[in-house]
């Protein structure tokens, strides 16, 4: 009786944990492709009218790059290689059959452009400038200056394109301009030595029991081949190929071409969400506040959060309507919204395994994932700022008060993020390290 209880315990727990994570899932599965989530803009909810006399004068941004081709030839060619194996041997099940010859045609189409924006990708940025223009018409109103820069890397800098030949299209008064270069990746991609040293600790301490924890292939296994055997002997890392295979399949709503091509019912329920929960703790290690990165990680955006305040101030001393658009990647937006503490994503743990329970990267980085800080201002009043998330109202932590719903005050929020990046944890690299 008391092991039957027991029982029955555990599978309450099980139940429960990630209950929020399993609504949303239950409400739009394809979020289970977290970093490869094509950005979510339907129904994108009201904004808060400013404080009575406020109008928006300048917008401080920064933005992923859009839907993309997956980047390496083996995201692609292992799923297919796979399946391939198990049918020349006659174990391939009739899904299995089926998901080969669309992963083929994935493959295929995938031919010379590997990590390049895609046609669902530049369709994102030009909606989302289209949308900062009508949210925001008095920041991009008669000769407005929009400096646009950008990453190195051509599916950024093509975002960044989309977004302001959009803007143009609707005033042709403003003057923008446009660059990517090597001079300004120390705060657009900054390549943090110390972030890395600290993550590959982290990696080899916790990765085999992440995996342990969330990735069961059997169902997968079983769903795909008709021989559980054979695939257990033949397949030589299932939880890779079941990692693997999610990533293929979530990406391929970056497509027109296979946008409406459904294979997520290769995963159960279960599996959509231990896959995600597996990922997430993942990129927990790589961008969070954690004491298993002596909470140092995040600081490696530091350098923005400094370009952003500096260029900010620029704006408000000029006094005229402006913006500063900056195109880049979700390995640079995640940090920096755990930096700034955004919707509570400064949440700090030890405890990997309940991590899912607060912290929730889909929530932040999906293709085209953005971050604007939008200035408002009024004759003889204090400036104010509010913050947007992927175009959603976000809170900063509770250490700085808003005056009215999502507005704060610019010199609390300056103080607050001068203090923050004041208290960076101070790391020293062993000399190994250091010489890399």
């Known amino acids: 009786m008391r092991k039957s209880l027991f029982f029955i315990f555990a599978l309450a727990l099980a139940v429960m944990a990630n209950a929020g994570v399993r609504e949303d899932f239950k409400a739009n599965y394809k979020q289970a492709a977290n970093n490869y989530y094509a950005y979510p803009d339907q129904n994108l909810p009201a904004l808060t009218a400013a404080p009575d006399g406020y109008t928006p004068f300048y917008i401080d941004h920064y933005g992923r790059h859009g839907s993309r081709w997956l980047i390496s030839p083996s995201q692609y060619h292992l799923a297919v290689e796979t399946l391939e194996k198990a049918e020349a041997a006659g174990k391939l099940s009739a899904r299995g059959k089926d998901a080969l010859q669309i992963f083929k045609e994935v493959e295929a189409a995938s031919y010379k452009r ?56 609707i005033n042709p008064q403003l003057r923008i301009t446009t660059d990517a270069s090597e001079h300004d990746m ?29 990735l069961n292939p059997k169902r997968l296994l079983k769903t795909l081949f008709t021989d559980y055997k054979w695939a257990q002997k033949n397949i030589p890392d299932a939880q890779d190929l ?60 530091a350098n923005l959060l400094h370009n952003f305040i500096a260029s900010a101030d620029k704006a408000i001393l000029a006094g ?15 940090p920096f919204v755990c930096l700034m503490g955004l919707n509570g994503m400064d949440y700090s743990t030890t405890d990997l395994f309940t991590l899912a329970d607060h912290w929730q990267s889909y929530k932040v980085f999906p293709m085209a994932a953005n971050v604007q800080w939008v200035f408002y201002r009024k004759a003889g009043e204090p400036i104010l700022i509010k913050f947007l ?26 103080a607050y993020f001068e203090q923050k990046l004041a208290d960076e944890p101070q790391i020293e690299l062993p000399e190994t390290e250091e010489k890399k």
């Not at 005229?320 to 995640?334: D, I, M, Y």
Request: net charge negative; charged share 25%.
């Open 389 to 414: 998330l992927n175009e959603h109202e976000a809170s900063l932590p509770e250490a700085v008060k808003p005056v009215s719903g999502p507005y704060y005050k610019w010199d609390d929020v300056k």
């Open 242 to 301: 079941m990692t693997n295979l999610l990533d293929l399949v979530g990406n391929m709503q970056s497509h027109h071409q296979f946008e409406n091509v459904d294979l997520y019912n290769l995963f159960s329920e279960e599996d959509r969400v231990n896959v995600w929960a597996y990922n997430n703790a993942r990129w927990y290690l790589w961008a969070g506040h954690s004491p298993l990165t002596k909470n140092r990680v995040p600081y490696m955006e």
């Open 320 to 334: 005229k309507n402006c913006a500063t658009l900056r195109f880049g990647h979700e390995s640079v937006v995640l």
């Open 114 to 169: 590997l990590g390049e924006l895609s046609d669902i990708g530049a369709e994102q940025h030009q909606r989302i400038a289209a949308r900062m223009y009508k949210n925001f018409p008095e920041v991009f109103a008669g000769d407005a200056a929009i400096d646009a820069r950008s990453t190195i890397v051509i599916r950024c800098i093509l975002s960044m394109q989309n977004a302001v030949t959009t803007l143009k299209g």
């Open 186 to 214: 120390y705060y657009m991609n900054y390549d943090d030595p110390v972030a890395k040293f600290l993550r590959k600790d982290a990696f080899k301490d916790d990765s085999k029991a992440l995996k342990d924890k969330y």
